[in-house]
DNA sequence: ATGTCTGCAAAAGCTTTGCAAGTAC
DNA sequence: GTACTTGCAAAGCTTTTGCAGACAT
């Protein structure tokens, strides 16, 4: 991702262009695993060895409330971020801390056929979210991220 | 729920009898609303004025590490803890901040067909757990319950 | 009697906040 | 020039930890 196609998400949202701005949403595009505020602060610091951690939550949260990204919780663990803006699901991974998005719109026509028969009494579904967790069974994915 | 069922699912665990415990036990079967420790403490004060809130910590600890209770993860919150220990959904009330468990075994053969027909690629699937979000559209739900 | 549990307080870890200085527009 | 943003440090909040005394078995 580059440089202008950077600065035109934060200037589509009428954010100013700052530099820790930009170096920010370029980790969170390179990184693209949910990190959490510590793992974006340690990827900026050879670029950027005096960013405040302060900052880089603040940072965060005006992305967050400009929908540039979204807040992921994981079970005992702190807050995770996520540039992945489309629906989907994520992928739990008991062995190896990962979360993996997951993109399947059938599946997501699947629920919504179901509750749209179903439905749930005095509820309206604005959207799901499902969590898949299991076991990875090849070598790749076995690198311990926490 | 009585006391002697209360001390029963201690015993079956080999956990000892304490006041606390069974008092935590009963709260939790009492709320059944995914109370944080914070709740538990405070529902718990009558009955139990001096119970310190590391020991509240400590207890629901236990109970997790002995499969009687499991934590719930929510957005931007605190952990919250919850006796249905039975493979269940959760529907998320944005207007209310509530979190209802759903059991439907209907949905969990679905969505068992749907991945044993597609797969994930070296992924071994454990569990699912769907998060419905949206809003309550009934009065009776509409207590704040942060 | 012994090993475990509780209460208390302090500490730890993630996140937020306040304010002065700096920067984008 | 003005309003917003950053850096820094302190504070806040939930959760964990250490230890002495108390309790369950």
Redesign the pocket.
Known sequence: MNYNKL?KI??DRG???????VA?LEVLYEIRNHP???EVRQKLHSK?P?????????????FCENGIIKKVKTD?D???YDVDMENHHHIYGLNNNLIQNYHDEELDKLLKEYFAKKGIPNFQIKEFSLQIIGQYTNDQNQTKQK
Not at 15 to 21: M, N, S
């Open positions: 600065t934060l200037a954010l100013k262009i700052t530099p820790q701005r920010v959490s505020a510590e950027y005096s960013i405040a951690i302060g900052t880089i939550y603040n940072i965060l949260d005006t005992s702190f807050v995770r």
